[in-house]
């Protein structure tokens, strides 16, 4: 019969304690101390809960000894699923001056919580104590068979924050915490159009009068990196052709601004500034003002909605083009890419152009960006150009028939 390992010994605040793993379950076994404490089940497989409780235990016993006085300590009781994410919801939604989240990431959260509560109500679940690290894993198994890799880490994390959390108001014991790693994701699906590709597409709008409109919002867009709601609300009053300029404005302290409710925000909480390139400027020379002060229109002269933009874009020029930028069976091509990959090709080009990591994130509005980090590498007919001029031999003595 195997022999059990000895576990060293455990001195807490009253006595030594020896932690037992019988079937993956710790127990506190106290029968070797001065007093007889006898052997007691942790209720738990984590050992760090198993330590608190421990601590608690070793207190309890100093108390029956008369060992010393018991302390009040507020009571923490269990909470439910649905009470825990009302309380995290509330916490969240609070206003920007207190640093809450912004009204959509806020519904994002609202639709990991309906998924949430559905499957514990499903699987019996009633309290955030019961949804342990086992629970976690079950629910990660569950997402992973129907979402995304990037939708599952959001949303696991998401349930980590929202269980630190109320265990930080002590909504829950400090025994709840339980260690649970994640990988995050690495690169990025959306796809980075080439110069070729956004050169045929603005061609093609210029080809077509109807699609004028959006000719300008595809070199809008490919010059500057900006959001596509950043540039619907883009004011002429936000473009100085003088000190060749686009200001992105955040107004969200504005209290004139709220009252009007025309406050514009971006998704950084900040305003930027980003350099007129010369032949953005050689565009917002032939469009018309009108009277709403704003830059960019859609076809027949009203208001730029990011929705609409989207669908034209992907009808009037995705649709006809994909054919002469054929995309290579079960990989990401020209026909995936969205109004959004102009900000990927934006960040790609500046790299070429030689604009350092750090203006290129002061343009994109990023403090810390992984897109700037991964486009680094990006275009490989760059790197071969770099990788052409370095010499690895001596062209006078040695030759690649030479090698062995």
């Known amino acids: 019969m195997p022999r059990k390992p000895n576990h060293p010994p455990i001195a807490c605040e009253f006595f030594v304690w020896r932690l037992i793993d019988r079937d993956g379950v710790f127990y506190a076994?106290?029968?070797?101390?001065?007093?007889?404490?006898?052997?007691?089940?942790?209720?738990?497989?984590?050992?760090?809960?198993?330590?608190?409780?421990?601590?608690?235990?070793?207190?309890?016993?100093?108390?029956?000894?008369?060992?010393?006085?018991?302390?009040?300590?507020?009571?923490?009781?269990d909470i439910s699923i649905a009470d825990g994410w009302k309380f995290y919801l509330d916490f969240s939604g609070r206003s920007d001056v207190q640093g809450g989240v912004s009204p959509s990431t806020l519904k994002r959260y609202s639709a990991v919580r309906d998924k949430h509560v559905k499957f514990c109500a499903r699987h019996g679940i009633t309290s955030w104590n019961a949804f342990d690290a086992n629970w976690i894993q079950k629910y990660g198994n569950w997402?992973?068979?129907?979402?995304?890799?990037?939708?599952?880490?959001?949303?696991?994390?998401?349930?980590?924050?929202?269980?630190?959390?109320?265990?930080?108001?002590?909504?829950l014991p400090t025994a709840s915490r339980f260690h649970f790693p994640l990988r995050k994701p690495q690169g990025t699906d959306t796809y980075c159009y080439s110069l070729s590709e956004v050169s045929a597409m603005v061609d093609h709008c210029k080809r077509i009068s109807t699609l004028a409109w959006l000719g300008h919002v595809i070199v809008a867009l490919a010059h500057t990196g900006l959001r596509v709601g950043e540039l619907a609300v883009l004011r002429w009053?936000?473009?100085?052709?003088i000190q060749?300029?686009?200001?992105?404005?955040?107004?969200?302290?504005?209290?004139?601004?709220?009252?009007a409710r025309t406050v514009r925000t971006t998704k950084g909480r900040r305003s930027r500034v980003i350099p007129l390139h010369p032949v953005l400027k050689a565009v917002f020379l032939t469009i018309p003002k009108q009277a709403d002060g704003y830059v960019f229109h859609a076809a027949m002269g009203g208001r730029l909605r990011p929705r609409n933009v989207l669908q034209a874009f992907i009808d009037e020029v995705i649709e006809p083009l994909k054919t002469k930028f054929p995309t290579p069976a079960d990989e990401i091509g020209f026909e995936h890419g969205r109004v959004h990959s102009f900000r990927h090709f934006f960040c790609s080009q500046c790299f070429l152009g030689g604009a350092s990591e750090g203006e290129i994130r002061e343009w994109l509005g990023h403090r810390d960006s992984k897109m700037v980090e991964h486009y680094r590498h990006l275009r490989n007919d760059d790197a071969q150009r770099k990788m052409e001029r370095i010499e690895f031999l001596d062209r006078v003595d040695n030759h690649p028939g030479d090698v062995a």
């Not at 000894?65 to 923490?76: D, F, M, N, Q, S």
């Not at 890799?149 to 909504?171: D, G, N, P």
């Not at 009053?237 to 052709?241: F, I, N, T, Y």
Request: hydrophobic letters at 35%.
């Open 143 to 171: 997402l992973s068979k129907q979402h995304a890799y990037r939708t599952e880490y959001f949303e696991l994390t998401l349930l980590k924050s929202v269980m630190s959390w109320l265990i930080k108001k002590q909504h």
């Open 244 to 259: 060749n300029s686009i200001r992105v404005a955040d107004e969200r302290a504005s209290r004139r601004k709220r009252e």
């Open 29 to 77: 076994d106290g029968r070797s101390a001065k007093h007889d404490l006898g052997k007691h089940s942790l209720g738990t497989r984590d050992r760090e809960q198993a330590i608190a409780q421990l601590k608690k235990l070793d207190r309890q016993k100093a108390v029956e000894l008369g060992l010393t006085e018991a302390v009040l300590t507020p009571v923490i009781d």
């Open 237 to 241: 009053s936000d473009v100085s052709l």
